[in-house]
């Protein structure tokens, strides 16, 4: 019998877990739904009343998820952990941590065996790719990637989604804009250079320097060299990636798409004159499970192959 935390529970991403542990029947003894204490109080769909975090309400649960954001995770996944709680937390807080697996259950689940408490999942945008490149990185080797990638605003949230579809409807309507509340530019009818934020002095965003960190961590393999340009469009579900993967040994495009065809949570869409290729829009409709991905494999030379990979980011 499982008791289970949800942290985060009235987010994008957060509710779309809830969502998910509801289809999948997913056998917990009860589910405790956290957010901030703004939130404590209001009912969710189906029932859950949130809570606020407190130390008196997290004792007791053998497992949490937490998608809440990286300030919360570093104040709250020690606690749970500390109080025997196994935490699965989904923000940047702990990825990079030596002591902290990064994990994708159909790329690395023995990187489970070593975790002390906190397992760290990754950025969504790396997270749909790795699952497409571990059967071509076990086969050949992975060199270099170059990585574009066509993200969706609700990686941003809820306050995103919401700015998407008050300044369609503004512009539709004729109406002024107003400010941008969540992006540096306008998102509606737009393409934003920017997803993530810039540090101070790089020219690549957190999010671009995730992709390139956290896909060495998760494939184990620090020589991968990434290029990533991380690119917001104004498409409400569904991060769509173009990866361009040159492998160290010779990998024929025929076999590339068989490893493709056979990997688990992988589904070859790859018929472009017929217009089957993955789109934003379907793989986010058909509510595909997480972790669910459709890449399209198209030869280039030998050694190199491009994927478009589309996933619901949640
Ligand atoms: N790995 C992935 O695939 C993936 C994808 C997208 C996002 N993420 C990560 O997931 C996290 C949440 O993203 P989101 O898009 O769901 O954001 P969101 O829509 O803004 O939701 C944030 C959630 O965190 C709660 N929260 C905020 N501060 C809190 C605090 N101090 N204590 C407790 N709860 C708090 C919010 O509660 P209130 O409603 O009460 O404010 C809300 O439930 C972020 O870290 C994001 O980077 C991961």
Redesign the pocket.
Known sequence: MTRLAV????????SVMLEQLRERSFPAEEIVA???A??AGRELDGGLVVQG?TDEAIHGFDLAIF??????SREWAPRFARAGTVVVD???AWRMHDDVPLVVSEVNPYDLAWHDGIVA????ST?QMVVALKPLHDTAGIERLVVSTYQSVS?????AIDELRRQARAVLDGEPLGEPRVYAHPIAFNVLPHAGSFADGDDHTDEERKLMSETRKILGDDAIRVSATCVRVPVFFGHSEAVNVQTRRPLEPGEARDLLAAAPGVTVLDDPASGLYPIATAAAAVNAPPGQHAPNASARRGRAAAATIDAT??
């Open positions: 942290v985060g529970a009235t987010g994008a991403v957060g956290f957010a901030s703004r939130s975090l998608s809440a954001g990286a300030a919360a989904n923000s940047s999942n990754p950025n969504c997270m990686g941003t949230g809820m306050k980011d949640a």
